[in-house]
C-alpha cells in the first residue's frame, strides 16, 4: 500500500477463493480498510476460476469438491455477503471468461449453462463489476496490431449484453475490469510497444474502468529468444526486465513501457477521452479534452517501414495557430523525445511510431466552466460562461451535446431545452445581460442510465467556446 500511494494509484485485491473462506476475505477487509484504513475499494473472487479443472484444464488451486460454476457463482453470493458486511463500500468482482476465446460458450459437468452465464444468472444483481483477462492470439506483429479495435468493442458489448441481461436494475452500476492484459508474441519489441497503449485506451473506450497489464516483472525461458522487427524478443510479458540470464539488466524498460507511458503524456485523472477516428486500418488516433481546455492527441503508425503523413481536423475544438508540443516514441527507441514540431492540422508520424500533439484552444469570445456532481442514475450540474468577447452581451444561448443519455430533469436560471443528446439553453429575464469580462451561471439536475455526461463542446451565441 506504501507503493501504492506513492504512484496515486488504485489497488483490486484477488480475494482467495480457491483454498479460501469467505470469513477469510471479510477478515482481510477489516484488516485493510477498518484498521488500517487503506479504503481498498475493488476486490475480485478468484483469479481465473475456471482453470480449476471444471473444463479439463487445470491451473488454478482450487480444493472445493465442486469446481462447476454454480458452486463458484454460489459461492461467490457468500463472499459478498460476508465481505461487504465488513465494510458496505467495497465493490466486487466476478471472473468471467473472454467472450470468444476458451472455454466461452462450454457448458461444464453439473452445470446447465456455460461459464458467464451461469455466473451472471445466480450473482448478476449482486456484483459490482464483471471480470475479463485479454491474451489476443496474432499470427504476425500487424495481426497483433488490428486487435484493439477488431476485438476490444466486441469483447466488451458481449460482456455488456450479458450484464443487461441478468443484472436487472443494478445493470448501470456494473462495470467491467480487464484485470489481465498483454500480448502473446513479440512481447518485448516495436509491435507491443504500438500494441500496449491502443490496447489500454481502446479498452476504456469501450466501457472498461480499469486495465492492468501482466506484469510489470515477469521472466523467460532463455530458450526462447528471436528477433522480431530489428529487435531480440525475450518472450518475456513484463514492462521491463526481470534480469534474467538471456535478458538486459534488472528494470531495464521494454517497448510495452514506453507505450504505456505515453498515455501519461496524453491524459491525467480528470482528464476527458473524447471521440477519435482514422481513415486508415494503419493508423490509429486517440483523442483527450484536458481538463483546462487543450486537446491532446495520439498517432500510432503501425506501418513498420512508411512514415503517415496525417491531416487532423476537430469538431467543437478550434486549436491555436502556434507550433504544437509533440511526444513521439520511435520503433525500437530507448526513450520519448519531445520537441515542438509540425502544425496542428499536419503531422507525420514515423514507421512502427507513436506520435502525441499536445494543443492550446485558440483565443475565443467566451469560456465554459461545466462542472457535476453524479451518483447511479442521477446528477447535478452547473454551467458558467465567462464573457471574454470585446463588449456586453445583451441577451445569449448556449448549446451543447450531451456524449451519454442523460435526460434534463429539471433546471435553474436558464431556459432549457433538450432533444435527443442535443441542449440549449437560453437567458431568462434577469441574466440576459453578461457584461465584458462577467460571467453567467446556470444549472440542471438530469438523469441517465450510461454516463458520460461531458459535453465536447459548446457554443455561446453561436461562438465556439474554450471549455476549462
Request: a negative charge; aromatic letters at 10%.
Amino acid at each position: 500500500m506504501g507503493t501504492v500511494r506513492a504512484a496515486g494509484a488504485q489497488p483490486i485485491i484477488t480475494a482467495n477463493y480457491g483454498s479460501g473462506t469467505p470469513q477469510e476475505a471479510a477478515d482481510w477487509v477489516r484488516y485493510a480498510n477498518v484498521t488500517k484504513s487503506y479504503g481498498i475499494k475493488y476486490w475480485e473472487i478468484g483469479n481465473e476460476v475456471y482453470g480449476n479443472g471444471q473444463y479439463g484444464a487445470n491451473w488454478e488451486y482450487d480444493t472445493h469438491s465442486s469446481k462447476s460454476a454454480t458452486t463458484y457463482a454460489n459461492n461467490l453470493l457468500q463472499y459478498v455477503s460476508a465481505m461487504k458486511a465488513a465494510d458496505p463500500s467495497i465493490k466486487i468482482g466476478a471472473v468471467l471468461t473472454t467472450p470468444g476465446y476458451w472455454p466461452d460458450g462450454i457448458v461444464g459437468p453439473g452445470d446447465t449453462m456455460d461459464w458467464n452465464h451461469t455466473i451472471l444468472s445466480i450473482a448478476g444483481s449482486k456484483i459490482d463489476f464483471a471480470i475479463v483477462h485479454a491474451y489476443p492470439t496474432s499470427t504476425s506483429p500487424a495481426d497483433l496490431l488490428t486487435k484493439p479495435q477488431a476485438q476490444n468493442p466486441a469483447i466488451a458489448g458481449a460482456v455488456r449484453s450479458l450484464i443487461n441481461q441478468y443484472a436487472g436494475t443494478n445493470a448501470p452500476n456494473v462495470g467491467i475490469a480487464v484485470t489481465e492484459a498483454n500480448a502473446q508474441a513479440y512481447l518485448d519489441t516495436s509491435p507491443n510497444g504500438l500494441f500496449a497503449p491502443d490496447n489500454y485506451l481502446t479498452w476504456i473506450e469501450n466501457g472498461a474502468f480499469n486495465v492492468d497489464w501482466w506484469d510489470l516483472r515477469n521472466g523467460t525461458d532463455c530458450t526462447k529468444v528471436t528477433t522480431v522487427e530489428g529487435a531480440t524478443d525475450y518472450n518475456d510479458g513484463g514492462m521491463v526486465s526481470s534480469g534474467a540470464g538471456c535478458e538486459p539488466s534488472v528494470n531495464t524498460p521494454f517497448p510495452a513501457y514506453y507505450g504505456a507511458q505515453m498515455i501519461s503524456k496524453l491524459g491525467a485523472p480528470g482528464d476527458t477521452l473524447v471521440k477519435a477516428a482514422s481513415s486508415s486500418p494503419l493508423l490509429s488516433s486517440h483523442a483527450v479534452r484536458k481538463a483546462n481546455g487543450d486537446v491532446t492527441v495520439m498517432l500510432i503508425n503501425k506501418d513498420p517501414n512508411n512514415a503517415a503523413t496525417v491531416s487532423l481536423s476537430y469538431t467543437g475544438f478550434t486549436p491555436s495557430s502556434a507550433t504544437p508540443t509533440v511526444y513521439s516514441y520511435l520503433k525500437n527507441g530507448h526513450s520519448i523525445g519531445l520537441a515542438q514540431s509540425g502544425s496542428t492540422t499536419v503531422q507525420t508520424v514515423p514507421a512502427y511510431g507513436i506520435t502525441l500533439v499536445q494543443m492550446h484552444p485558440t483565443s475565443a469570445p467566451c469560456r465554459v466552466v461545466y462542472n457535476k456532481n453524479e451518483w447511479p442514475g442521477g446528477m447535478v450540474g452547473t454551467v458558467t460562461v465567462v464573457n471574454n468577447s470585446l463588449g456586453q452581451v445583451n441577451g445569449w444561448s448556449l448549446g451543447f451535446n450531451f456524449t451519454g443519455d442523460n435526460a434534463i430533469t429539471n433546471t435553474w436560471s436558464a431556459s432549457v431545452s433538450q432533444s435527443g443528446p442535443s441542449v440549449n439553453a437560453a437567458n431568462v429575464w434577469y441574466d440576459a445581460a453578461v457584461p465584458q469580462g462577467g460571467s453567467v451561471q446556470w444549472g440542471f439536475n438530469a438523469t441517465w442510465s450510461r454516463s458520460d455526461a461531458n459535453p465536447s463542446a459548446f457554443w455561446f451565441n453561436g461562438a465556439s467556446c474554450a471549455i476549462g
